[in-house]
């Protein structure tokens, strides 16, 4: 299995910032891309960040110019800076990796557990 473990959420005031920080473990062969999603209450999972193993990034349209992902292939981790951020982005934000495990030799998604972020006015 792959497990993904996520930190940095917490309580900020709008217009501050975060750092998440999510680490992949397990029987990994290879991680495709690994990216952060976010749900707030009642509505859908939407992708924020998302980054490639080559380093190509592909942000949501709001969060352009305010969040940065960045990726560690070596050591499997993704951190996502969130700059100026707005109440409405109070979120359970999830870390998210497409995967390849060794003996299964197909691409599967997994899902860290979410850690919450609050945006205070």
């Known amino acids: 299995q792959v497990q993904l473990v996520e930190s940095g959420g917490g309580l900020v005031q709008a217009g501050g910032s975060l750092r998440l920080s999510c680490a992949a473990s397990?029987?990994?062969?290879?991680?495709?891309?690994m990216g952060w999603y976010r749900q707030a209450p009642g509505k859908q999972r939407e992708l924020v960040a998302s980054?490639?193993?080559?380093?190509?990034?592909n942000y949501a349209d709001s969060v352009k110019g305010r969040f940065t992902i960045s990726r560690d292939n070596a050591k499997n981790t993704v951190d996502l800076q969130m700059n100026s951020l707005k109440p409405e982005e109070a979120a359970v934000y999830y870390c998210?990796?497409?995967?390849?495990?060794?003996?299964?030799?197909?691409?599967?998604?997994?899902w860290g557990q979410g850690t919450q972020v609050t945006v205070s006015l």
């Open positions: 998210h990796a497409n995967a390849i495990q060794p003996g299964l030799w197909k691409q599967s998604d997994y």
């Open positions: 397990g029987s990994i062969f290879s991680i495709n891309y």
């Open positions: 980054v490639t193993t080559g380093g190509n990034t």
